[in-house]
């Protein structure tokens, strides 16, 4: 149940991550009319006709929002995806832009162009979406961790993260995030179903929403091993029962989760292979969901059929088994294993350097110190055992060296590797603080751990039970902090400033 205390901090963290949005607008205002765009070799839109009052307006307010792959997700959103290429943005965010601007929005239409219109809802849903993730990060960490410090210095950090451009630009970060970390609260909340429901959604806005299968699969053995080790009875047919039941609704759990969480991306799938392969325009639910079955009964029966490809048609729609996402990725932007290591992208693996050094760093931090916990990986230490659902999660400060925090490590590692090796480095600085927690609990630990004099992390007081006495500014600003600390907040601050100048002028900040 919430209390009022809770209530005004939640406040508060909505309020300042408003004021960030629009600090971080007013920025991309003022750099992007200051400083001329780079001619980029990427995907632009076609200048508007006949642009009135209203568009100059908003192009003046909000066009720096619209590069790189914001011009993608533009485009679908006003023409739906009309080439092959625009095939590797998925639909989520653009299809809730376009239903903003023709529904709540629509009467803005008849001042301005929906172009125009679709950047305003998008930059709009952005600011909500990224606000709502502030609170939801908040009550993760809370949740996880069991510090209040922890959680309050997370969310100040989120606030104006590395990436914070792509949160309120025409990207599906601010979305994807939200999803993903509403997933996780849900699950730490044992609300399962919800919870699965929610990073579903994130595969509708992303493709790595799959791995959050790792979630349920992990929180369901570990919840299993909990159940038979406080099992006292002896060996007998009424103890067989009970653990016959327990792995029936464990693995029920599972099954249902992992479809539900694929169902979506796999719908996807199979709009591409039609649109792309077949050439099909108009694709029904009815139309996806036949060819679905259709596939699944041939696999099942050990029969595959090669498609006769033609000029206008890829030579990967001949393969027995196809994803057409990542053949998409491959054919466009080279995206595949060690593709991009080239002597000329060194300048990219530099910009992605520093958060690649931060989570290395997370990583080996809590391994050192909790190795007995995770050569077991966490497995005989369920979290939060002893905690009832109205218990205050909090009651034990634990920090990052809680040990909740480990399956989300694990995550982070994945994605980590996944995007050094696989994808274009640059991205993956973006890419992890859109996907993970964890990038902002080490930095909140690291940040904690400086503002202590012998440095060591020990519980955290609920800071007297006010709100009014965290201040965001100490923490961004006017607080001493340590080598470590400065460094880290000129990292975040620093990122945000230039990753902001960049991006709006189609400089490589993508």
């Given at each position: 149940m919430a209390t009022p205390m809770g209530n005004s901090r939640k406040t508060m963290i909505a309020k300042y991550a408003i004021i960030s949005r629009l600090v971080v607008t007013f920025l991309q205002i003022l750099l992007n009319n200051l400083i001329p765009d780079h001619h980029a070799d990427a995907f632009h839109q076609d200048p508007m006709q006949n642009p009135g009052f209203g568009d100059l307006c908003i192009d003046l307010l909000l066009g720096g929002f619209c590069k790189w792959d914001g011009a993608?997700?533009?485009?679908?959103?006003e023409h739906g995806y009309t080439t092959d290429r625009m095939m590797a943005f998925f639909p989520l965010y653009p299809g809730l832009v376009r239903a903003l601007a023709d529904t709540l929005f629509s009467p803005l239409q008849m001042v301005m162009q929906l172009?125009?219109?679709?950047?305003?809802?998008?930059?709009?849903?952005?600011?909500?979406?990224?606000?709502?993730?502030?609170?939801?990060?908040?009550?993760?960490?809370?949740?996880?961790?069991?510090?209040?410090?922890?959680?309050?210095?997370?969310?100040?950090?989120?606030?104006?993260?590395?990436?914070?451009?792509?949160?309120?630009?025409?990207?599906?970060?601010?979305?994807?995030?939200?999803?993903?970390?509403?997933?996780?609260?849900?699950?730490e909340k044992r609300r399962y179903l919800i919870s699965t429901i929610a990073f579903g959604l994130g595969t509708c806005a992303r493709s790595n929403g799959i791995v959050s299968i790792g979630f349920v699969a992990y929180h369901t053995v570990q919840l299993?091993?909990?159940?038979?080790?406080?099992m006292r009875s002896p060996i007998n047919l009424s103890t067989l029962k009970k653990v016959c039941r327990i792995i029936v609704v464990g693995v029920t759990r599972t099954f249902y989760s992992a479809a539900i969480i694929l169902f979506p991306c796999a719908l996807y799938q199979i709009y591409c292979y039609l649109r792309i392969c077949n050439k099909e325009k108009v694709i029904s639910f009815q139309k996806i969901l036949e060819h679905g079955m259709e596939i699944l009964f041939k696999r099942a029966n050990n029969r595959t059929s090669v498609l006769q490809t033609t000029d206008d048609v890829p030579l990967w729609c001949?393969?027995?088994?196809?994803?057409?996402?990542?053949?998409?990725?491959?054919?466009?932007?080279n995206v595949g294993l060690l593709n991009y290591y080239e002597f000329k992208q060194l300048p990219n693996f530099f910009l992605a350097l520093p958060v690649i050094i931060l989570c290395l760093y997370?990583?080996?931090?809590?391994?050192?110190?909790?190795?007995?916990?995770?050569?077991?990986?966490?497995?005989?230490?369920?979290?939060?055992k002893d905690v009832k659902k109205t218990d205050d999660p909090i009651s034990q400060s634990e920090g990052?060296?809680?040990?909740?925090?480990?399956?989300?490590?694990?995550?982070?590692?994945?994605?980590?590797?996944?995007?050094?090796?696989?994808?274009?480095?640059?991205?993956?600085t973006r890419f992890l603080f859109s996907s993970s927690p964890v990038p902002i609990w080490i930095a909140s630990h690291i940040i904690q751990s400086s503002l202590k004099p012998n440095g060591v992390d020990t519980p955290?007081?609920?800071?007297?039970?006010?709100?009014?006495?965290?201040?965001?500014?100490?923490?961004?600003?006017?607080?001493?902090?340590?080598w470590k600390g400065r460094l880290l907040r000129g990292y975040f601050l620093g990122y945000c400033v230039i990753g902001v100048a960049l991006h709006c002028n189609f400089l490589p900040w993508t």
């Open positions: 993608h997700f533009l485009h679908i959103a172009r125009s219109v679709l950047l305003v809802a998008g930059w709009l849903l952005n600011v909500l979406m990224f606000t709502l993730a502030a609170v939801v990060l908040y009550e993760l960490t809370k949740r996880v961790c069991k510090d209040q410090r922890i959680a309050d210095i997370a969310w100040i950090l989120y606030c104006f993260n590395p990436a914070s451009i792509f949160m309120t630009a025409m990207y599906t970060e601010a979305s994807f995030l939200l999803l993903s970390l509403s997933g996780m609260l849900f699950l299993s091993i909990f159940v038979f080790a406080k001949s393969k027995s088994f196809v994803i057409p996402y990542s053949e998409v990725q491959a054919e466009h932007w997370g990583v080996q931090d809590y391994c050192s110190l909790k190795w007995d916990h995770v050569k077991v990986l966490g497995l005989l230490q369920p979290i939060r990052f060296y809680s040990s909740g925090v480990f399956v989300y490590l694990v995550h982070l590692l994945v994605l980590l590797v996944f995007g050094v090796c696989c994808m274009h480095v640059q991205v993956v955290s007081p609920e800071l007297n039970g006010s709100v009014q006495e965290l201040i965001p500014l100490d923490i961004m600003w006017r607080k001493h902090l340590d």
